[in-house]
């Protein structure tokens, strides 16, 4: 783990800056007492409040990445306007493409307890955005189950999606849920996720009587701080080294 710093002489001007070695040690030792504070607060229930307050709150949620989003958008804005395609159309075509990807990928899979990020690619949830001018955007309100777009709407699980097809005709109604569905249940999650996962993972492992689960955490995240720890050779020097500028653009 390396710091960049920089000095400033009386002109005001900035000079060279480079890395500075971390105080492996030093480092360590407060990662240890700080993983001491958390199980001292799980011991004495003092998350529990705090999750209290998170019930409802709302939270980004990525279905699929940014840039992934952000791809059917250029298909749509540069490469069907390069071809002189109505946008309604070349909208919906790029979406549906990419929404046949994922159902068949997910049915490939067989998993029918996996969340079913390609319903997050119907034109119902993500045409109007991309109309808009915007990539698609989804929440997760914390407790729930569900996610939401950018209008509010929870995403349904339909018990179908109009895919492109192989066939003799264009497009296909594809099963999501029922009889022959590849998905298995009413809620896009299982389980809400704090509860399924941020708790029993990230928090409820803090405490119990038995440390052991405790012990085993910390010792994972400390190896991972020693080996990203690694000593200064001129090679990470010279990977390190910025241009000399404000500060505040490094």
């Known amino acids: 783990m390396l710091f960049r710093s920089a000095t400033q002489n009386e002109n005001g001007q900035y000079g060279s800056r ?16 700080g993983m001491a504070t958390l199980r001292a607060a799980q011991l004495a229930d003092d998350f529990d409040d705090w999750f209290d307050r998170l019930d409802r709150v709302l939270v980004r949620c990525l279905p699929y990445t940014t840039s992934y989003f952000k791809a059917i958008s250029t298909s749509i804005f540069v490469n069907a306007v390069k071809l002189h395609a109505q946008l309604p159309a070349a909208q919906e075509t790029a979406l549906r493409l990419r929404l046949t990807a994922g159902y068949e990928d997910f049915d490939a ?16 949830m993500a045409g ?16 729930t189950k569900g996610l939401v777009n950018s209008d509010g709407i929870t995403l349904p699980i339909p018990h ?13 109604d594809a099963v999501v849920t029922g009889v022959g569905g590849i998905f298995g249940r009413a809620t896009f999650f299982a389980e809400p996720p704090m509860t399924e996962i941020v708790k029993p993972d990230q928090v409820e492992i803090l405490g119990g009587a038995d440390d052991g689960p405790f012990r085993a955490r910390r010792k994972l995240l400390s190896d991972s701080i020693e080996r990203s720890v690694t000593p200064l050779t001129p090679q990470s020097l010279a990977q390190e080294i910025v241009p000399i500028g404000d500060p505040g653009t490094a």
Do not use: W
């Open 128 to 143: 109007d955005d991309y109309l808009n001018l915007d990539i698609p955007v989804f929440y997760h309100r914390l407790g």
């Open 18 to 33: 480079g890395p500075i070695a971390v105080n492996k040690p030093q480092l360590l030792a407060g990662f240890a007492e």
């Open 160 to 172: 179908t999606v109009l895919i492109n097809s192989s066939g003799n005709t264009p497009t296909r």
């Open 109 to 124: 899979a067989k998993d029918l307890t996996a969340d079913p990020d390609f319903l997050a690619l119907t034109q119902a």
